[in-house]
């Protein structure tokens, strides 16, 4: 079963616009991931966030997490057509291995 | 420095044959994870070997198999293959000091008719 949910499923926005990607999991956890992957190639690993920490940014990546609601938020600034993807949160708890939500995929228009 | 690396890019099989897929990690990586990508089903965690021994098994049946060699490279044997195992096989690596930053290759895509 599904560890992390990513909503919305889809998202289409202009370049420049800011983009935000809401992850909900079910479990307490060590820590979070987000991921991205082109038109069905491998997955590129963006950013790791621990469940001790609240924020953590990575050039035009804001990412927020909250335990309390178990939730995470992806936020992508001045959004290009390049960052056209999908997008993943992935949760470890424990000694288990990663468990990835099904994605939100992203459309940057020109 | 190269990355993950997996062969064949692409499979196509019949109904009840085997696939075999091949993954090697980036060097000094002693974790290898497998997955599967289905349409509209995300990412299912398939299995974990760590130093040549299978460290965790998804909830898959026992036609999926693999095994890790002594240059880390591994393999994913899928037997008895289904229409339903159509999808696009991904393997990561990581180190086991940063266990939980995995590194993908490209993925195989296994088109089973």
């Known amino acids: 079963s599904q560890q992390g949910e990513e909503d919305p499923q889809a998202l289409s926005i202009q370049e420049g616009e800011n983009a935000t990607m809401n992850c909900s999991y079910k479990?307490?956890?060590?820590?979070l991931q987000w991921y991205r992957q082109n038109s069905g190639r491998g997955l590129v690993h963006l950013i790791l966030?621990?469940?001790?920490?609240r924020e953590k940014h990575s050039g035009r990546l804001r990412v927020t997490l909250d335990t309390s609601k178990k939730s995470s938020s992806l936020l992508i600034t001045a959004s290009r057509a390049a960052d056209t993807a999908s997008y993943f949160c992935?949760?470890?708890?424990?000694?288990?291995?990663?468990?990835f939500g099904k994605g939100t995929m992203l459309l940057v228009s020109p | 420095e190269a990355g993950v690396t997996q062969s064949p890019t692409h499979l196509i099989k019949t109904r009840g044959q085997q696939a075999t897929l091949r993954c090697s990690p980036i060097?000094?990586?002693?974790?290898v994870y497998w997955y599967q990508q289905a349409l509209g089903l995300g990412l299912q965690f398939l299995l974990w070997?760590?130093?040549?021994?299978?460290?965790n098994r998804g909830n898959f049946p026992p036609r999926f198999s693999g095994r890790q060699f002594p240059n880390y490279s591994s393999e994913l044997n899928v037997n008895a293959l289904e229409l339903e195992d159509s999808a696009l096989y991904l393997c990561?690596?990581?180190?086991?000091?940063?266990?939980?930053?995995?590194?993908f290759g490209p993925g195989t895509r296994l088109t089973v008719t």
């Open positions: 992935a949760t470890r708890a424990g000694y288990s291995t990663l468990t």
């Open positions: 479990t307490s956890i060590n820590n």
């Open positions: 966030i621990r469940s001790n920490e």
């Open positions: 060097s000094g990586h002693t974790s």
């Open positions: 070997y760590d130093e040549g021994e299978e460290r």
């Open positions: 990561a690596s990581s180190s086991a000091r940063h266990r939980d930053e995995q590194y």
